[in-house]
T-cell receptor, first 109, second 115 residues
């Protein structure tokens, strides 16, 4: 079983819509959780950290469910510029990040 | 520097040749990582440096791969006798301290094509 699993999508949504997706992780001792964004042929960039209480950054909301071992990302009022691959990232020890294969989101006009 | 710098950005090499990839991390970042990403795949961990030492080399796929870091700064990843399956984007990242808690900053990668 992979350490981090994501629905690859693609999620194809109109501008202004809300889109949400999850990822699951296998190691219950995982400590830190992140969402990264990767544009086509570009490097991953940190979108947001995910805290136990859940957190929001503008139109983006992240949630962590330790009991069920998943994290989620919700994007409200989608913009064309939100089209990207979203990588779920988990630390399984104090330095190494484990990456999911990514969820592709396409926002259409 | 302001960001993580990698060179070359693209490299095409013949099968069997050696290649050297370079990473210049953010100034002051003690931790440095190499990952690779094959087409349509997730990121695969290769090696982690803390300062000049590499506590975790577990991701290096074969003994053809090696990496070093000098002066707690620049790192080079060397692939000897390249094979076609080595074709991928090689990403370097650095982070503050020895924990991934603050996330990583990635360089823009070296796209390696072995022909």
């Amino acid at each position: 079983r992979k350490e981090v699993e994501q629905d690859p999508g693609p999620f194809n949504v109109p501008e202004g819509a809300t889109v949400a997706f999850n990822c699951t992780y296998s190691n219950s001792a995982s400590q830190s959780f992140f969402w990264y964004r990767q544009d086509c042929r570009k490097e991953p960039k940190l979108l947001m950290s995910v805290y136990s209480s859940g957190n929001e950054d503008g139109r983006f909301t992240a949630q962590l469910n330790r009991a069920s071992q998943y994290i989620s990302l919700l994007i409200r009022d989608s913009k064309l510029s939100d089209s990207a691959t979203y990588l779920c990232v988990v630390t399984t020890n104090d330095y190494k990040l484990s990456f999911g294969a990514g969820t592709t989101v396409t926002v259409r006009a | 520097g302001a960001g993580v710098s990698q060179s070359p950005s693209n490299k095409v090499t013949e099968k069997g040749k050696d290649v050297e990839l370079r990473c210049d991390p953010i100034s002051g970042h003690t931790a440095l990582y190499w990952y690779r990403q094959s087409l349509g795949q997730g990121l695969e961990f290769l090696i982690y440096f803390q300062g000049n030492s590499a506590p975790d080399k577990s991701g290096l796929p074969s003994d053809r791969f090696s990496a070093e870091r000098t002066g707690g700064s620049v790192s080079t990843l060397t692939i000897q006798r390249t094979q076609q399956e080595d074709s991928a984007v090689y990403l370097c990242a650095s982070s503050l301290g020895s924990t991934g808690y603050y996330g990583y900053t990635f360089g823009s990668g070296t796209r390696l094509t072995v022909v």
